[in-house]
């Protein structure tokens, strides 16, 4: 099969639009922008694109898909009930980077929703994508476009490493926003429980009713809500150490790991890069104070390293307020839990 690319950005695009529509009510598979991974869409109401989307990305397919919507109307056609909290989230933060865990009606197979009698809503802010949901007529199941365990794609060429030859068409709208999926919530007794922490944080959804996160996401040892979160996830090939913690420590510790032998990556701050000798391959994902900048190149930063001979690769962490949280869990995955933590 050949991949098509795409550009969104160009005066054509609009004629694409039908071809990439009848694509995907016909059963293939395309690759969509959205505001904070890649995903590799196929439609949510027919099992085979389903499986497709599964053997596609080699996921097992007890790993429950989000279906992606046009607009907030829509969801009364795929789900039993919403309440007002779930009401009040879509108002809030769609279209956004925020999914919501609902009771599915028949209409989505279980191939979709992985066997589980709940279905993950999101409305991605991404406007070529919505309008391919919009004349496509379905809704699409999208779960990140890239293998199983690498880390997610932010551009249509990580897609393409990925996934070239075995999907129809990559729509490319350059760099995700975000740059990490979004946060997944579900309403447990009222209140608003965080399944995976993303674009979306606990302070924002704070200000619409009682949060709290999943104990598994804090790491004590619970069986996680989402089923993907208890695969390894995000690796890139070179293993990967983070140090985190107390600032003068962690500098003084990557700094020590420069000393040693062999060709070792850096992904760090821009103070610690300045630091560096520049005989080592250096990442930088921004400014301490900047979480968001660090979101955007996280995945970005990982795939850096795949395209460089380093044995292996010594990173720098952040604090897990905020934007953080979501950032320390998706590193926390990328290393195996490789986390190394410098107290004050
Ligand atoms: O930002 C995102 O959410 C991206 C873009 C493409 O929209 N998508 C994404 O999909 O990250 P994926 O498949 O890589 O992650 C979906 C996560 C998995 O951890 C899955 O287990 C969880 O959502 N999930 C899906 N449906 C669920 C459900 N009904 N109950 C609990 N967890 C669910
Ligand atoms: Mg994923």
Known sequence: MITKRIDAGAASFAEEIPWLASVIRSG????????TVYGLGGNALDREAARRIYAAKGRPSDNPLIVHVASMEDVPLYVKTIAPVQKKL????????????????????????????????????????????????????????NISGRPSPTTASAVLSDLDGKIQAVIDDGTCDVGLESTIVAIEDGTIVIYRPGGVTEE???AIGPVRIDRAILGAGDRPKAPGMKYR???????LA????????????????AKKEGRIG????????EKLPARHPVFIWGRRDNQREFAHN???????FDSLPVERIVGEGTNTT???????NRLEKASGHHIVVKDA
């Not at 850096?266 to 890069?273: G, I, N």
């Open 204 to 206: 924002m959804l704070s």
């Open 28 to 35: 293939g598979l395309v690759a969509f922008p959205t505001e």
């Open 90 to 145: 879509m108002e809030q933060f769609w279209p956004g980077p925020l999914t919501i865990i609902f009771d599915k009606k028949e209409i989505i197979p279980d191939e979709t929703s992985g066997g589980l009698p709940t279905v993950a809503m999101r409305c991605p802010a991404n406007e070529a994508t919505r309008q391919i949901i919009r004349v496509a007529g379905v809704p699409l199941a999208g779960p990140s476009a």
């Open 322 to 328: 905020g934007l953080g949280l979501a950032i320390m």
């Open 242 to 257: 983070i140090f985190t913690g107390n600032i003068e420590k962690v500098e003084k510790a990557i700094l020590e790991e």
């Open 233 to 239: 996830h995000y690796a890139p090939k070179a293993p």
């Open 298 to 304: 996280l995945f970005s930063g990982l795939h850096y």
């Open 266 to 273: 850096f992904f760090v701050s821009t103070e610690t890069a």
